[in-house]
Structure formats: structure tokens, C-alpha cells
């Protein structure tokens, strides 16, 4: 194993699962489509129409259908780094469909990290479990801030760091590699948020737990949604089967009414893009800060 960090996310083994994953994702993101639900909840609280929706990490375009029946006036752009995801969306929105839109939705390849777009372009960013895929969140956020527009809203899910805690554990003393992605906490999200420049930020987490009858089905869906373990410190190679064992027997302490949990964290949270202070004659101001 190298001296790097083994946690860090190989983005080109990150975009072939993803690539890989699109004919099976619709059928096994069950969580992806509820935490989509409970996101679109939290608009119901949020009195704001934007004009533009930039959908980063779209996927196979849920989460964009489902914008645009909300905000049939907005344009919808959906990024995704995996192009195979983007051409499942347009799969999915089948000409029938456009009457019931005002605008079709645009499809674009790109990684959030460095979006293909204007800066002030877009007047709110929805982004549904893709952070976790980013080596540097602080990375993403500048790119959100940059994109919106003063006074947009940037809103987005991503897992904490009890996501998978019992299968983490089940790994735990196996061998020397790694085997569960590292999630970030939700405070140093909501620190990032300001540190970037985002105003009033609004964080708050649940759990949510899936059952599977083995670790084999558990295993079966991360692989059908793209939720391989690409961290750069993953074992090299085929998986032997003494390890497969040893997980499956240490998992088994967890059972309970004859199922096995698996614990995700989900964090959300919300931000905005301040509005831009002018002058009385339109020129913008300046705040420039001094330290004693």
C-alpha cells in the first residue's frame, strides 16, 4: 500500500462504476429516491422560485423530473460525471412526456468539482448523496457559491460517518486495507459552508436503516447503484473467499428479527448565495476587512 491517504476516491474508478451501474441504478437506489423525497419535502418550507436548477449528480434524472414538476417555469440542467447516467435520463423522459413540461432538461458530463458553467448562472443547486464522491467538499462548495446567483439557494444530501457502521465493522481487523469510504461529519460541512461564503446554513441529520436477508444482498445493491469501494486504499485484485467469510460471520452479530441493518447517516443541508450590496447609483460594495 503507498503512503497516500487511503480514503481518497479514485474519481476515474468512481466514474466507470457509475458508468457500469446505469442500466441496474433505477431498480436498487430505493434510498437515493427517499432521501431525494424528503429533500423535496424541505421546499415545501422554502418560498423561493428559481428560474434555472443545476440538478449535480443527477444520475439517471429523478431528481430532475421531479424539480421541474415543482418549478414547471424553471430550466433544468442535469450534470453527472458518468455519461452512461445521462443518456438513462433522456431514456426516461420520453417525448409524451414533454407536454407536461414547459422546457425539456439539458444533460451535461462534468464533475461537481469543477462545473462546466458561468459563474451567477444558476438560481439554485440541488445536489442528492453526490458529495460523498468528491475528495474535497470545500472544493465543491466554491464551485455552488460560484455558479449561483446572489440570492440563490444551494441544497444537498450527502452520508455522515455511521453510514455502514456495521459493515465497517464487520471488516475491522480483516486485513490492511480499506473497505467503507470515510464520510465527513456534519458540522465540518456546515464550517465549510461559511468558510466559503455560503450565508445562513441550516444542517441537520437522520438515520436511516436498510435490512437485507445476508451481506450478500447488501453487497449486491451497493454494486447495482455504483457504490463500489474505490478508495485508493482498497485491496488490489479479486477479494478471496476466507475474507468474504470472515465479513459475513462478523456481520452476523448485528442480526436482529432475523435481518441484518445497515446504518446510513444522512445529512442535510441548506445555504445561500448573499445578495450582492450596491450603492445608491448600482456599483457594488466592497467590504474590506482589517485586523488589529
Known amino acids: 500500500m503507498s503512503d497516500a491517504d487511503p480514503f481518497t476516491i479514485d474519481k476515474r474508478l468512481a466514474r466507470l462504476a457509475f458508468e457500469r451501474a446505469a442500466a441496474t441504478y433505477d431498480e436498487a437506489a ?10 423535496l419535502a424541505r421546499l415545501d418550507y422554502i418560498k423561493y422560485l428559481p428560474q434555472s436548477i443545476l440538478d449535480a449528480g443527477s444520475g439517471t434524472g429523478q431528481g430532475s423530473r421531479e424539480l421541474l414538476r ?3 417555469k424553471a430550466s433544468v440542467l ?5 455519461l452512461a447516467m445521462l443518456q438513462r435520463s433522456q431514456a426516461r423522459m420520453p417525448r409524451r412526456w414533454l407536454p407536461f413540461f414547459s422546457r425539456p432538461i439539458a444533460h451535461v458530463c462534468g464533475d461537481i468539482e469543477h462545473v462546466p458553467l458561468k459563474s451567477s448562472s444558476i438560481g439554485m443547486v440541488w445536489c442528492n448523496l453526490t458529495l460523498q464522491w468528491t475528495n474535497q ?5 466554491a464551485e455552488m457559491l460560484r455558479v449561483l446567483q446572489p440570492g440563490g439557494l444551494f441544497m444537498f444530501s450527502t452520508f455522515g460517518p455511521d453510514t455502514l457502521k456495521e459493515l465497517r465493522q464487520a471488516y475491522a481487523g480483516t486485513d490492511g486495507y480499506s473497505h467503507v469510504h470515510r464520510f465527513t461529519d456534519m458540522h465540518d460541512l456546515g464550517d465549510m459552508l461559511v468558510e466559503t461564503g455560503f450565508a445562513t446554513p441550516v444542517m441537520d441529520m437522520e438515520q436511516i436503516t436498510m435490512t437485507y436477508s445476508d451481506v450478500t444482498s447488501l453487497m449486491r445493491d451497493l454494486k447495482s447503484i ?3 469501494n474505490v478508495t485508493c486504499g482498497r485491496r488490489q485484485g479479486l477479494t478471496g473467499k476466507s475474507l468474504l467469510q470472515a465479513v459475513t460471520r462478523n456481520y452476523e452479530q ?6 441484518l441493518p445497515a446504518t446510513f447517516e444522512v445529512v442535510y443541508g441548506h445555504a445561500w448565495k448573499s445578495e450582492q450590496r450596491t450603492t445608491a447609483d448600482g456599483r457594488p460594495v466592497i467590504e474590506i476587512k482589517t485586523h488589529s
Open 30 to 39: 430505493v434510498l437515493q429516491r427517499e432521501v431525494g423525497a424528503r429533500m
Open 70 to 72: 415543482r418549478y414547471p
Open 78 to 82: 442535469a450534470l453527472d460525471i458518468a
Open 137 to 141: 467538499p470545500h472544493q465543491v462548495f
Open 226 to 228: 455504483g457504490a463500489h
Open 254 to 259: 448485528f442480526r436482529r428479527a432475523g435481518l
